[in-house]
């Protein structure tokens, strides 16, 4: 997967090996530390590489969060901001839940209207960023508590049951359509290259790429900027409804208060796999990498039995180290800390 | 049916008390009693109400009860005391969102001369729990579940399940909110003191009640501990959660034990279909019925309170879970 990055490539005409590097050292420090740590753990608890782990455990502990994080990451890279993440994949979870226990839908349709749902959120907050001009940070913010207090409402307070009627709603997450592959991982992958291929191969990857670099000249250059910032956030809020569909897929219930947080967890993969804060640079790799370093640490320091305090305090130790150690990188290839 | 009854009792209470002409004193006349309380809509709150209306019907009371729609809206509450206190009734029972907040609301009943019982949670008056009474200018006392106490009975069930050994698991779901504290606490502690047998692992906190995170904490320790035998979670997320993680391991019903806490659709479902043991309940019911008794004496007889009373709580599970008794205190 060759990821483009925008800025950065005037050395084309010089060495291309250190142009590859340039290009590509973010992800494979990111890479490099998850092996580092996935190491330590093996070395400390065997059992922590067994598949059961990293399938049940580790794998499994990624969908969630890391399918928020690619929608994230499109975000993110236009400049962008999406708090709203969290609470929206409780709102969707829930509006989901009502209707497929309401309507009698089978899975496939409840999975569209999850991501549906989700789909409309995340325009929402596209118009608000383009149509109102809010910033993003603040758009979200508000759609974020909206969201929150909208899936409290529209669940009475209560967590939405999938009964059994629903048949199959649990293999949606949990089934094996590769035996001992959680579906879940599976449908986490697919998006994961299919986010690679619209980030990468289309018009949308390439505006979402221009946008974050330099609005204004997109704009001059005759590109309707705010069509485009719409589509971006909504395609962040498809990722967010499958999200939730793997969420209550998971659960086998919709719990209304679960998703504030989680906005932070998907933010926080982006960063740490690479994608800048400032915009017009990332990849969809990356992230995946990102994710999973924050859920092989979790998963490890559980497994080592670390006391919860001293496990958030080590996650944000990692958090700041490998992204101070992507700047410190970055400095000494000679890129602008964008 | 029961409801219907309760109603028509409580309206020929009514009828008696208004059909006389002559002035009715404190001892017979029908007392009205303002309730606040955390939250309305939530079936915890429901049961509470619940309580209180059928011990008010048998003590020739009525009850108002409101709380506000989310029990993060200190203000709104704030207000529904005030409003409740310039009604004037004849007593107040109230449970305390804002617990320092509510407190300068709680003098201004004392001094507008209306007795206050607290419900659930205590408000934070001058000197605690052991200074509530007549003579406190706050609140008579207050009637809750001993949460370690509850957690403590969990711990002897759990102990009894497994035969007094075995390797167990405690996930919490909060480290700073007092009851997840106590509930957690309560089985530690009793663990420690009298079942040598059992060996806890370091406990796990899903903050919130987080069900996710619980199933990622329970999946990991099930890898980690092949010799795991139980689970204690404190709060109904925490339950759900650590039921699901059985569930993906694709583990045999009972070859984990899982201890679960109040009650909510998922958690009754599992405990019928044996994928959970079972779970402690608190008793709302007992809680809404405690508090109107304390005020209704208090007012009619001058009969002082204990300034805290425990409402209990009880363990159920399959094989009590329809009893009468048990379904009172559950909630979907």
């Known amino acids: 997967m060759s990821e483009v990055t925008s800025a950065g490539t005037k050395a084309e005409d010089g060495n291309k090996v250190a142009a590859f590097i340039r290009r590509e050292i973010g992800r494979v420090t990111a890479l490099a530390s998850l092996v580092v740590i996935f190491t330590f753990f093996t070395v400390m608890r065997p059992v922590f590489a067994s598949w059961a782990n990293v399938s049940g455990g580790i794998l499994m502990s990624t969908t969630v969060i890391g399918l928020m994080a690619i929608g994230v990451t499109f975000v993110i890279i236009t400049g962008g901001i999406d708090l709203s993440v969290g609470t929206s994949m409780a709102l969707v979870a829930v509006i989901t839940g009502k209707t497929v226990m309401n309507m009698h839908l089978n899975v496939w349709s409840g999975i569209l209207v999850g991501v549906l749902v989700g789909t409309i959120l995340g325009s929402i907050n596209g118009l608000l960023i383009t149509v109102l001009k809010l910033p993003p940070f603040i758009a979200t913010l508000a759609t974020m508590k909206g969201a929150q207090g909208l899936a409290l409402i529209t669940s009475d307070l209560k967590p939405v049951l999938f009964t059994t009627d629903v048949k199959g709603w649990d293999s949606i997450a949990q089934g094996n359509i590769i035996p001992n592959f959680p579906n879940a991982v599976l449908i986490l992958l697919i998006s994961a290259i299919i986010a690679s291929i619209i980030l990468n191969k289309t018009v949308l990857g390439r505006y979402t790429f221009a946008i974050g670099s330099n609005t204004e000249a997109t704009k001059l250059s005759g590109v309707k900027v705010n069509r485009w910032l719409v589509a971006v956030y909504a395609l962040c809020g498809f990722f967010v409804g499958l999200a939730a569909v793997v969420m209550t897929s998971r659960l086998g219930s919709a719990q209304p208060d679960l998703g504030l947080g989680y906005e932070l967890e998907a933010i926080a993969a982006v960063i740490i796999g690479g994608t800048s804060l400032l915009g017009g640079k990332g990849t969809i790799s990356g992230t995946i990498i990102g994710a999973l370093i924050m859920s092989v640490l979790i998963n490890g320091l559980r497994i080592l039995e670390l006391q919860q305090e001293w496990q958030y305090v080590v996650v944000g130790a990692v958090i700041l180290l490998a992204v101070y150690g992507d700047n410190v990188r970055r400095r000494r290839a000679g890129e602008t800390t964008h | ?332």
């Open chain 2, 1 to 332: 049916m029961k409801k219907g009854l309760i109603t028509v009792a409580a309206l020929s209470a009514l009828a008696l008390v208004t059909g006389t002409a002559a002035p009715v004193s404190a001892a017979d006349k029908t007392l009205k009693i303002e309730l606040i309380s955390k939250g309305e809509t939530h079936q915890f709150w429901q049961a509470v109400k619940k309580g209180a209306e059928e011990q008010a019907a048998k003590m020739n009371a009525t009850i108002h009860f409101q709380g506000p729609a989310a029990e993060t809206m200190i203000d709104k509450q704030l207000e529904m005391l005030d409003a409740a206190i310039a009604l004037k009734p004849d007593a107040i029972g109230y449970a305390a969102l804002g617990t320092t907040e509510s407190v300068s609301h709680l003098k201004a009943a004392h001094a507008a001369g209306i007795p206050v019982y607290m419900f659930d949670t205590a408000a934070s008056c001058d000197g605690g729990v052991p200074a509530l009474g007549p003579n406190s200018d706050c609140a008579l006392g207050v009637a809750y579940t001993n949460s370690l106490a509850a957690g403590s009975l969990a711990a002897d069930t759990m102990a009894k399940l497994l035969g007094g050994k075995g390797k167990v698991l405690v996930v919490g779901h909060s480290q700073t909110n007092q009851t997840g504290i106590d509930r957690a606490n309560g089985f530690i502690n009793r663990m420690k003191a009298k079942y040598k047998g059992i060996k806890l692992l370091t406990p796990q906190y899903a903050e919130g009640g987080d069900a996710l995170k619980a199933q990622d904490i329970v999946a990991a320790a099930l890898v980690a501990n092949k010799d795991l035998k139980g689970v204690y979670g404190t709060n109904e997320g925490v339950s759900i959660g650590a039921g699901q993680a059985f569930k993906a391991a694709k583990l045999k019903n009972g070859a984990v034990k899982l201890i679960g806490f109040d009650s909510g659709k998922q958690q009754m479902a599992n405990i019928k279909s044996g994928l959970q043991t079972g779970a402690i309940t608190q008793n709302p019911v007992g809680i809404g019925a405690k508090t109107v008794e304390a005020l209704v004496n208090y007012v009619r007889n001058k009969t002082v309170p204990k300034n805290l009373i425990d409402t209990g709580f009880y363990y159920y599970d399959k094989s009590n879970i329809t009893d009468p008794k048990i379904v009172a205190d559950l909630y979907e």
